[in-house]
């Protein structure tokens, strides 16, 4: 039973897998610290949530007692993930990207070896041809007739 732990936790993708959770979780810090120092400052020049108290959408409720709906906080919440979004794509992706392609050039490496698949016209000419060659002529018998039982 150890011996199966002890081969279970020397996997390859189970050491990738831990070190990929403490790297997300040290990512996370910084990715909210960017966006607590930088994107949330610039939002609040633009907006001040505080001077709007609590915006939400109020309806009266089966026993007469308000009951508000605070969108504020959805809209801030969707902000801040277009905002995280937008911090990890242009501070994290497009550099990692360039940076790929800089080292797959100096490597001499192409990335555009995918096998092409053929269109859906060429498939359809294919199927007619092959089609087309398996017919025989009306008039004359087929070379392999098949057998009688």
């Known amino acids: 039973m150890i011996k199966g ?7 390859g993708n189970v050491i990738d897998l831990a070190v990929a959770v403490v790297i997300g979780a040290a990512f996370t810090a910084v990715v909210n610290a960017i966006v607590a120092t930088i ?3 610039l939002i609040s020049l633009f907006f001040q949530a505080d001077a709007m108290g609590v915006p939400g959408i109020t309806i009266n409720g089966i026993y007469g007692q308000p ?14 993930f277009f905002a995280v979004a937008l911090v990890v794509y242009f501070v994290f992706v497009v550099p990692m990207n360039h940076f790929k392609e800089r080292q ?8 555009d070896t995918e096998e092409k698949l053929p269109t859906e ?3 359809l ?7 087309e060659a398996s017919q025989t002529p009306v008039n004359q018998a087929p070379t392999n007739p098949a057998p009688k039982l």
């Open 125 to 131: 000419m294919q199927i007619r041809d092959l089609l």
């Open 5 to 11: 732990f002890k081969e279970f936790i020397m996997r």
């Open 39 to 41: 994107i949330t400052p």
């Open 67 to 80: 009951v508000t709906f605070p969108i504020g906080d959805l809209i801030s919440a969707i902000i801040s």
């Open 104 to 111: 797959a050039a100096k490597a001499g490496i192409v990335e």
């Open 121 to 123: 016209s060429e498939l």
